[in-house]
């Protein structure tokens, strides 16, 4: 009996290394194979959990969430939109933050979300969720540029805190057009890079992407704990904005 147990255990780990795509699409194995190699991989949304809303009617501001915290030691995640245009929404190299991330994103069409997480041993977790909507809004002008303030508001940053059991929980906003430059006459022009400090040490760096929604605003989470907490901004114009606690 023990010997069947031994056989029966490596064909079920097998077969969920390889566990069927929850939700096909002619774009996922194109996308997924730069991102995972040679790497093994397995579709977990057991352990993956991806908050979307029932339909989005408004595709230039869809609100998602990512909790991934039942993946222990976390050192990468990655999150995609198969059919989107532009499918890399963020790329979080997370060093001392927890695979959670809280972010409104542009859909172009109805699509799935991927949420893309590297474990300690070099595995990469995948989480499914599909979004429902009329699309459109990777190819809208942003209204944060054709404001009279625009040039005054572009850049103000926000940091807040909350801590709860242990866990520091980050919310930041900045205004930023985000543009695709998938609109005809318009330029793109976007945060690709965020960079989380805690008492100048750097906690993470994380590459973004135009898919996330104009103004955006983010929540991370970290066990870190600092007297000072700093976020750092950087978009494709070369311009730098930040904010910190006090």
Not at 34 to 53: A, C, H, R, S, T
Not at 122 to 142: D, E, P, T, Y
Not at 204 to 227: C, D, G, L, M
Request: net charge neutral; hydrophobic share 45%; aromatic share 10%.
């Amino acid at each position: 009996m023990k010997y069947l147990f031994f056989l029966i255990v490596p064909f079920f780990l097998i077969q969920n290394l390889y566990a069927k795509n929850p939700i096909e699409t002619p774009t996922f194995d194109e996308i997924l194979k730069p991102i995972v190699g040679d790497k093994k991989y397995i579709f977990d949304d057991e352990n993956i959990v991806l908050e979307v809303p029932n339909f989005a009617d408004n595709p230039i501001q869809v609100p998602i969430l990512v909790d991934a915290k039942k993946i222990k030691n976390a050192k990468q995640m990655i999150l995609f939109a198969d059919l989107n245009p532009i499918p890399i929404i963020v790329d979080m190299n997370l060093k001392e933050l927890l695979p959670l991330i809280s972010i409104n994103i542009k859909v172009a069409q109805e699509t799935p979300i991927r949420a893309l997480v590297l474990d300690d041993k070099n595995i990469w977790h995948i989480g499914s969720k599909n979004i429902k909507s009329f699309g459109g809004g990777c190819s809208v002008a942003s209204s944060a540029s054709s404001g009279d303030d625009f040039a005054k508001l572009l850049g103000k940053t926000k940091i807040d805190l909350f801590s709860n059991d242990g866990i520091i929980r980050i919310k930041s906003s900045i205004f930023h057009p985000m543009e695709t430059g998938l609109m005809f006459g318009n330029s793109a022009f976007y945060i690709n890079k965020i960079v989380l400090k805690a008492d100048d040490k750097n906690i993470s760096e994380i590459k973004t992407y135009s898919a996330i929604s104009e103004n955006p605003r983010f929540i991370f989470e970290t066990k870190t704990k600092a007297q000072n907490y700093k976020i750092e901004f950087f978009d494709i114009d070369g311009n730098q904005f930040s904010a910190q606690t006090k």
